[in-house]
């Protein structure tokens, strides 16, 4: 069955350093999405994405926040200078269509110290 | 701003007993759907409601979309062991500029007791 695939699995970086998580859609997906967990609580949307542009964005996805698809596989959101409170469970989703169904990756955890 | 309410935030089941949760938005919704999540895994589609008054079942699972389509619930019949998990609403708000984003609810965690 088509999943998708993020990569790592778990990050650790130092305060004020960049990241870049990596992301598999599934391969005829064309919307894609970026949700935030923080441990035990709800899943926040950051941003969605198609046909090579943002979509639509949360509060949460500031200046600091990227995303972009440099080719027709991968899927990229980075931070580029990590705060504490970047520390959670990043999860990348996939969808077929507009408002279908999400799949999620595993997700990444990122430990910002 | 555009936000999904969802209660309880936490039920303790007994095996056996029924439960339901809820899900509530300020405005209308396209569509609605469910996801689960089991400790330390990732969110996990269950079902899309469209239809105002919508009503799915999936086994011992009922789910609902409001007449307005501004809430839906999930009802449990016979918890199982195998139910426990975070269970999420997430609904598409309707915006004329976009697709939308799927905005979740803050989840329902249950904990079954044998």
């Known amino acids: 069955e088509p999943e998708v695939t993020q990569t790592p699995s778990h990050q650790v970086t130092q305060m004020g350093q960049e990241v870049i998580l990596r992301c598999v859609p599934i391969?005829?997906?064309?919307?894609f999405y970026w949700y935030r967990q923080i441990l035990g609580q709800k899943v926040e949307f950051l941003v969605s994405?198609?046909?090579?542009?943002?979509?639509?964005k949360s509060e949460i996805f500031d200046d600091q926040f990227s995303v972009e698809r440099p080719d027709g596989s991968n899927f990229t959101l980075k931070i580029r200078s990590t705060k504490l409170e970047d520390s959670a469970m990043y999860f990348c989703?996939?969808?077929?269509?507009?408002?279908?169904?999400?799949?999620f990756g595993q997700g990444t955890r990122l430990t910002v110290v | 701003g555009q936000q999904v309410m969802q209660i309880p935030q936490y039920q303790h089941v007994q095996e056996g007993e029924d439960f339901t949760t809820y899900c509530n938005s300020s405005?209308?919704?396209?569509?609605i759907q469910w996801y689960k999540q089991r400790p330390g895994g990732h969110p996990v589609f269950l079902i899309q409601?469209?239809?105002?008054?919508e009503v799915k079942k999936q086994k011992r699972l009922t789910f609902q979309f409001g007449e307005a389509k501004k809430n839906s619930s999930l009802h449990i019949t016979a918890t199982q062991t195998t139910d426990v998990g975070t269970y999420f609403c997430?609904?598409?708000?309707?915006?004329?500029?976009?697709?939308?984003?799927?905005?979740f609810g803050a989840g329902t965690q249950v904990v079954v007791t044998p």
């Open positions: 997430a609904g598409f708000f309707m915006t004329t500029d976009s697709w939308g984003k799927l905005q």
């Open positions: 994405f198609y046909n090579n542009e943002i979509s639509e």
């Open positions: 989703a996939s969808s077929i269509r507009g408002q279908s169904e999400a799949f």
């Open positions: 391969s005829n997906h064309l919307y």
């Open positions: 405005t209308t919704l396209s569509n």
């Open positions: 409601l469209v239809k105002s008054g």
